[in-house]
């Protein structure tokens, strides 16, 4: 798993992985927890071909650590604002 302070965009594909989800399934739970980007911007913002804004990536990261504690787990994705 990375282990950064505040990973580059394209290390949030990795932690994607790493949860079990595909991009689609990320990209809904971006989208129930009040993100605005389209299926397609996700996947750029995955591959770190589209920079987004720090709340963009908080909502990412917070889709994330939700997943990984369903999984038991606790939240290894790092906010960019805290």
Do not use: K
Request: hydrophobic share 40%.
């Amino acid at each position: 798993m990375p282990s950064f302070d505040h990973p580059a965009l394209d290390v949030l594909d990795a932690y994607r992985q790493e949860a079990g989800l595909s991009h689609q399934e990320l990209w809904l739970r971006y989208l129930e927890r009040g993100g605005i980007s389209t299926e397609t911007d996700m996947e750029a913002i995955l591959c770190g071909a589209l920079v987004t804004s720090d709340h963009d990536h908080d909502v990412i990261a917070l889709a994330l650590n939700e997943r990984f504690t369903d999984l038991g787990r606790d939240d290894p994705v790092p906010y960019a604002t805290a």
